[in-house]
């Protein structure tokens, strides 16, 4: 199993927090991030989780629907929301700005290539990685991350990079290296000198290079 960039997100069904779903249906025209952890009630994932929940109206502006995934059942994933929750300093409840998918059969975690070897539960079952997939609204791969269970994400990064997809679907750019909302962008090379000029009304800078190429160009965002 697992997913390649440009693939089609399988259009699974699944128990979920907030009932049964169908992917694409839960989807709908909206991009969409689908991040997995290894188990419940653990530290590391609370931690992410109630990143994910604070971070959640950023997500909602970007029109990003959040989907949670690990091989605890709804029940358990339900008591854990309320820790998530009061980690966050807030009210003790079992919702979270997102549903979370029960994977307890493995049968996502399999499909899409999610679970970690090294990590395994009490009986000795292999566990969901920290995997996360961004699918744009074709519902196809667009960006994915995988890190291992001891390793806690970054989700202003995953803000960063949804920021950089949507940017650069619509525009004919490229980001830079630790580019931020607001920086310049990179032109295409494929793009040449004189119709660059007429799309990017605010100017392109060239950064001359001891090669003479004129690849390094900007254009404020």
């Given at each position: ?11 699974f ?54 989907i ?20 966050n ?27 970690d ?7 000795g ?16 791969l ?10 806690g ?23 830079p ?17 004189d ?26 965002q």
């Amino acid at each position: 199993g697992g997913l390649l960039l440009g693939d089609e997100a399988p259009n699974f069904e699944a128990n979920t927090t907030i009932g049964r779903i169908r992917f694409h249906d839960y989807l709908g025209d909206s991009w969409g991030i689908l991040f997995s952890h290894p188990r419940d009630f653990t530290p590391v994932c609370t931690t992410e989780l109630g990143r994910a929940a604070k971070l959640a109206p950023e997500f909602a502006k970007k029109n990003v629907k959040m989907i949670a995934l690990s091989v605890d059942s709804v029940e358990d994933h339900l008591a854990w929301s309320k820790d998530i929750n009061a980690y966050n300093g807030q009210e003790p409840t079992e919702t979270l700005p997102f549903p979370i998918i029960d994977d307890k059969n493995r049968d996502l975690a399999i499909l899409l290539g999610m679970l970690d070897p090294a990590e395994k539960d009490e009986k000795g079952m292999p566990v969901t990685a920290r995997v996360v997939f961004i699918f744009g609204p074709d519902k196809k791969l667009k960006l994915s991350i995988l890190y291992p269970a001891t390793t806690g994400r970054n989700f202003d990064e995953i803000l960063r990079v949804i920021t950089s997809l949507q940017l650069t679907a619509e525009k004919r750019v490229a980001t830079p290296v630790d580019w931020k909302d607001g920086d310049s962008v990179m032109v295409l090379p494929t793009i040449p000198e004189d119709e660059a000029k007429k799309i990017f009304p605010k100017g392109v800078f060239t950064k001359e290079l001891p090669s003479g190429k004129k690849s390094l160009r900007y254009t404020p965002q």
